[in-house]
């Protein structure tokens, strides 16, 4: 809850009493008691509107009566609400008689069909022979764009798509035209919608006139059977409907249901259209056996048969530490669970790691920190009712959408601060009194941090004596801060004193904060000093200012939290009890030099994906038999012995953790395509294969397994409730993590004068969501940016091929100019695999410099 | 799409302008307005570039101009005929006065001659019964309009 405290008002509806809080309008308080109002422009995550006009109830406060529309007028205390009383009713229908004049009935065909409000509204106010006659608009439907579809004829001009673009989403893509009896919606200028396609508009129209062109099946969505699962691209792990017809998915769609998910009936263009990864011709289809160079299908049992005797001859002839496998971020944790115990029980090998601890070991530690220092961080839903969000290095419209969207709802309406830390001028609007940007020059994450917290103890905004009390190395990090006084900082990021002062100011205060961290500090090569000078700077809130505070580790993909979570680490056992097992050396380097003499990679790209493609690629090509499954041909499946087609996320049963740590369920909404099997059944048969299988094996059997492996997980499952995990009480002293004296950002050399910055693009994650037809439509190509001054200097502009070269490695790619990348740098997103963007690091952790020079 | 650029002398007009409200969003009809007036015509362009001085979205600039009748997507004469058709002209014989001004300017009412002179419109009300009937060309209001006082005007203007 926010820090704000609202009144409790009594009020009756109907003669029921209940309890509100201040503020709220009656229509949401009817809506929460079950009291059904006719109403069609109101969304509760929307300020309030009145345009349709049809939500009349009477009210009476100290005896006077009013008729008021409930969708704007707030409760006050002692409120009697009537609802459909005779008088409203002759009101209601009255407004809803005039939209269906215009509304075509072609309902038959209608996307809205059998759940349309209009629809329900008429049924409701029982409007069944309406007065007038129908007058159709007959305007042709607009297709301009590949994804939204307007069908005008069909709007009733209740603004909710214009105001969800604009309130939820920021992107003020859509407005009115016109007026009167040819009002309409529309872009400026009518040019074809681009915009950030998260398809907000078409949950929330009440009618068909804005449909998902995407979809398999037009018409009569009723029709369709729903399966709410968890989204498989981002770790903000949306909560998705996906709809199926005849055994297919035709399409997802949001469901605004109270309580369902984290995200509120929120989607991005990712969640929403990128269901083109399900049903797809490029999927593997049969096992493949790599003979001689080419791959050949063989039957399950043959590829099962086989890795099974590969596995038990390796630990054999090697022992169990030869065998080695990399748990996938996009596996649901029971598939994790089993591949780890698999390895572990039946194997005997610890060499177990998932690709983001194999980068960044340090993510885990950053998290069990934070649970030390008593940050236990608040569920992921509450962020809406921050008073202040620090926005550290993420580029939230791109990296963690829905996550924006609660944002905005917060400055809408809890009037969230809002501080953004990034080294380009990342695209955030909101409504936010207070926004504070600090764009700070590329690299210098660890002296914005840092610099924030000696403000902090300098100007007094804590209580420093209480912070000193509570943690012994108080004076260490007052000492470990000296060097960044107001002169260095601005030297080293670029940024005036009083803007970090005014970020610490807001940060400092008696708040609900929330900081989200992006992956880009990963890039920097200081991501573990940057996550300790953010724990410290929570650390200091936490215990020398009042409120709380929350932060998450940065996570990528929609089970990288649940990956750790479930052991596939050396460190550590499932529920991070701490691992007896070889620690091993770097992972990939033990493949290189043949310690690993059998890998089994589940569902991964290291070759496309990780930040040392170099070690990797070798790495592979040295390991003598190497195992992936996935659901598509990637470059790594390129490099294997075997590779087992497995199931995305639509045909397949579990659970994912997301980046704060709800569980929750992944369920399957179709049989899986093909001869695919889930990875939890190839793990299954592969037990069976060894001649060892596993005692327990079906899905609750496996989750209560889990549970007593991971008391964390007690009570989480089967995750249909998205319940965070919470960890133990620790009983460790809280500490400061004190940063050794830094070698500050050096300076860029003189042969490559930019940076590299390069993460997800705002379409793109992973390597499936280039086989979405959908996103590839809306995001066909990769485009580079940088800012005009550069481009000048280089000659080059918008639309050029340019070649940017490391050196190590270099890539062609389109450029486009932005004021959005500041100067000095170069933005690349990392989706294409044309453009193999990791390639270019030389294997050295930090910031990659390179040339950018104009291509032919 | 091409940007659109402002002169110097009404860059300094939009400073004073924008000058005179607490909130910039409201200085949304005044600009709208200088455009039209200076263009004859709001284009796209236009509108984006308007959009950037008041930090909104084109599409909220659009919706606006879109709004108001007086705003004009395709680019009038340099003279613009409002021909008032409410009931007190109309009463007093508009509508042959309205088609007279069309014969002659030899264009139908909402067209604009080839030489783009002149632009004929219809208006609800131009609020000046007392002269009905009347027209309005440009800021100027011409009552008690007959034939013969029409073709006069007409010809007075360069």
Request: proline letters at 5%; one cysteine or more; aromatic letters at 6%.
């Amino acid at each position: 809850m926010s820090t704000v405290e609202k009144k409790i008002l009594n009020v009756k509806i109907n003669g029921e009493e209940t309890t509100v809080p201040e503020g709220t309008v009656v229509l949401e308080v009817c809506k929460q008691n079950n009291v059904e109002v006719s109403n069609l422009c109101y969304n509760r995550k929307l300020k309030p509107f009145a345009a349709c006009r049809t939500c009349m109830v009477e009210t009476v406060v100290d005896g006077k009566k009013e008729l008021v529309y409930s969708c704007t007028h707030p409760v006050a205390e002692g409120m009697e609400i009537r609802t459909a009383t005779e008088e409203t009713d002759r009101y209601n229908k009255a407004c809803l008689e005039m939209l269906l004049v215009e509304h075509p009935l072609d309902c038959p065909i209608c996307d809205k069909s059998g759940v349309c409000p209009l629809q329900d509204n008429t049924d409701l106010l029982q409007l069944y022979d309406g007065r007038f006659e129908t007058q159709r608009r007959n305007e042709p439907s607009i297709k301009t764009n590949p994804i939204i579809e307007f069908y005008l004829n069909r709007c009733i001009m209740c603004g909710l798509c214009v105001r969800a673009c604009d309130e939820i989403q920021g992107a003020k893509a859509l407005d009115f035209h016109k007026r009167g009896m040819s009002v309409g919606i529309g872009t400026a200028n009518d040019e074809p919608l681009d915009c950030e396609f998260c398809g907000q508009c078409i949950t929330v129209c009440p009618t068909g006139a804005l449909m998902d062109m995407t979809s398999g099946a037009r018409g009569l969505a009723a029709m369709f059977t729903e399966t709410h699962s968890t989204c498989n691209f981002c770790s903000w792990g949306c909560t998705v409907k996906l709809e199926t017809k005849k055994g297919e998915v035709i399409r997802i769609e949001a469901d605004e249901n109270y309580n369902v998910g984290i995200n509120e009936g929120n989607l991005c263009a990712k969640g929403r259209f990128g269901h083109g990864i399900i049903h797809n011709e490029q999927r593997i289809e049969n096992p493949l056996m790599n003979v001689g160079g080419d791959f050949q299908e063989v039957t399950w049992d043959e590829a099962l048969n086989t890795i099974a005797d590969r596995m038990q001859a390796t630990v054999n002839r090697s022992g169990p530490d030869s065998l080695a496998a990399i748990g996938s971020e996009k596996l649901t944790n029971e598939e994790n669970y089993l591949l780890q115990k698999l390895f572990r029980e039946t194997l005997g090998s610890n060499q177990l790691n998932n690709l983001a601890n194999i980068r960044a070991p340090y993510l885990n530690q950053f998290m069990l920190n934070c649970f030390d220092n008593g940050i236990s961080s608040k569920p992921i839903t509450q962020l809406q009712e921050a008073d202040v969000v620090l926005v550290f290095n993420s580029d939230l419209p791109s990296e963690y959408p829905v996550g924006g969207n609660s944002v905005r709802f917060g400055t809408v309406f809890n009037n969230t601060d809002i501080l953004i830390a990034n080294p380009r001028r990342v695209v955030f609007d909101s409504e936010a009194k207070v926004d504070v940007r600090m764009t700070f020059k590329h690299g210098s994450d660890l002296a914005v941090a840092s610099r924030l917290a000696k403000i902090m103890i300098d100007n007094g905004l804590i209580d420093a004596s209480k912070a000193k009390s509570s943690i012994a190395n108080f004076d260490e990090l007052v000492q470990s801060l000296s060097s960044y006084t107001a002169d260095n900082t601005e030297k080293l990021t670029g940024l005036p004193d009083d803007v970090l002062t005014r970020a610490a100011e807001r940060f400092a205060r008696d708040a609900d904060r929330f900081v989200l961290v992006g992956n880009d500090i990963l890039d920097t090569g200081q991501g573990e000093e940057i996550l300790n000078a953010l724990l410290n700077l929570c650390t200091l809130v936490n215990f020398g200012s009042t409120g709380s505070v929350s932060i998450y580790p940065p996570r990528e993909h929609c089970n990288s939290q649940g990956v750790n979570d479930m052991g596939l680490e050396p460190e550590f056992l499932p529920g991070y009890q701490p691992s007896k097992g070889e620690k091993g050396r770097d992972f990939f380097e033990n493949c290189k030099d043949g310690t690993t003499k059998f890998l089994y990679i589940a569902g991964e790209d290291p070759v496309g994906s990780f930040y040392r493609p170099q070690l990797v690629t070798e790495a592979l090509r040295t390991v003598p038999f190497l195992i992936v499954t996935d659901v598509y041909m990637t470059e790594t499946a390129k490099m294997a012995d075997l590779i087992l087609p497995s199931s995305t996320y639509a045909e397949k049963d579990g659970t994912y953790t997301n980046m704060s740590r709800h569980v929750q369920a992944v369920t399957s909404a179709i049989l899986p395509q093909g001869t695919s099997k889930p990875d939890f059944d190839i793990l299954i048969e592969l037990a069976e294969a060894l001649g060892k299988p596993f005692q327990k094996s079906t899905l609750p059997e496996i989750q209560q397994e889990i549970e007593e492996a991971a008391p964390v997980y007690k009570g989480t499952f089967p995750g249909k409730d998205s319940k965070q995990w919470v960890p133990p009480k620790s009983d460790k002293k809280p500490e400061f993590k004190i940063n050794p004296a830094s070698n500050d950002a050096e300076a860029a050399q003189e042969s490559f004068p930019f940076t590299l910055q390069t993460n997800n693009h705002m379409f793109h994650i992973g390597s499936y969501s280039q086989h979405a037809k959908a996103l590839v439509d809306i995001g066909p190509e990769c485009i580079a940016e940088i800012h005009p001054e550069d481009a000048k200097g280089l000659g080059v502009a918008s639309g050029d091929q340019v070649v940017i070269e490391s050196s190590s490695s270099k890539v062609q790619v389109k450029i486009k100019t932005t004021r959005v990348t500041s100067q000095g740098m170069v933005y690349v997103p990392k989706n294409w695999p044309e453009v193999p963007v990791n390639n270019l690091r030389n294997g050295e952790e930090g910031l990659v410099q390179v040339k950018v020079s104009k291509s032919g | 799409m091409q940007e659109y650029k402002f002169t110097e002398e009404q860059e300094k007009e939009i400073s004073r302008i924008l000058a005179k409200y607490p909130v910039k969003t409201s200085a949304l009809l005044p600009l709208l307005t200088l455009v039209q007036r200076a263009d004859r015509v709001v284009s796209p362009e236009a509108m984006v570039a308007i959009s950037k001085k008041l930090d909104v979205s084109p599409a909220y600039v659009q919706s606006v101009m879109s709004f108001y009748t007086m705003y004009h997507t395709e680019k009038v004469g340099k003279y613009m005929i409002l021909f008032c058709i409410n009931i007190s002209c109309q009463l007093n014989g508009c509508d042959k006065l309205l088609e007279h001004t069309a014969r002659k300017l030899n264009i139908k009412v909402g067209e604009t001659t080839s030489d783009e002179k002149f632009t004929l419109h219809r208006e609800e009300c131009l609020a000046a019964c007392t002269e009905a009937p009347m027209m309005r060309v440009n800021d100027t209001y011409y009552g008690n309009l007959t034939e013969q006082r029409i073709d006069q005007i007409l010809e007075s203007l360069d």
